[in-house]
């Protein structure tokens, strides 16, 4: 007795073979079209040069700044995964190819090396370096994305339909301030300096 012949064993045709696995694979297309994106906190470098990026954000723990990532001209890289747990996000960025930098008036502590400090004051005092960041409103999104060019706009500063009386340097949503009020309004954003 061969398999075919099995009771146990049925033998089925290519075309019965394919038209059993096609309802499967549509469950699994759809399963996989309807997964939730990601909810990210990116940056895209958009210019000609590399740059690397400082993160400064408040978390539960408190105020946080941390760096280096290196992004290379024309490519995207998430800096924080998961849902966003803050309004407010600043970043500062250096041009290694051309000098120059993306800064701004929320002064945070960074270093030349890899760093991740806690806390914003007395950046000196405690040995790091007192740096001024942009800042980025998300409008409490749950997702991100930074877009660096080489004009100095930063992509969206605002979210379609957001109140304007929600300037940058408002109390955030844990009811603290911003770390040094940035000033900006939405059509005034920092540019790369030489």
């Known amino acids: 007795m061969t398999t075919s012949d099995h009771p146990l064993f049925p033998t089925f045709s290519p ?3 394919i038209a059993g696995f096609l309802p499967a694979l549509g469950i699994l297309v759809v399963c996989l079209w309807s997964a939730p994106a990601a909810a990210d ?9 590399r740059v690397g990026i400082a993160l400064g954000y408040k978390d539960a723990d408190g105020w946080t700044t941390e760096g280096w990532w290196n992004v290379s001209s024309h490519a995207c890289e998430t800096l ?4 966003l ?6 970043i500062y ?13 929320a002064f ?7 760093f991740t400090i806690k806390g914003t004051d007395n950046c000196l005092a405690r040995g790091f370096d007192r740096t001024g960041f942009f800042e980025i409103d998300t409008g409490d999104q749950r997702a991100w994305t930074v877009q660096l060019t ?9 979210v379609p339909g957001l109140p304007q009386g929600e300037m940058p340097g408002a109390p955030d949503s844990t009811g603290g301030t911003s770390p ?12 790369r300096k030489p």
């Open 108 to 114: 945070m502590c960074s270093r030349d090396k890899e």
């Open 85 to 90: 747990i803050a309004r407010y996000y600043y």
């Open 80 to 83: 924080l995964r998961g849902t």
């Open 15 to 17: 075309r019965a073979r």
């Open 180 to 191: 040094g009020a940035s000033g900006l309004t939405p059509g005034a954003l920092p540019g």
């Open 93 to 105: 960025a250096l041009d290694y190819d051309h000098g120059g930098e993306w800064s701004g008036q």
């Open 41 to 49: 906190f990116r940056l895209c470098n958009n210019t000609s040069s």
């Open 150 to 158: 080489e004009s100095g706009e930063h992509g969206p500063q605002r």
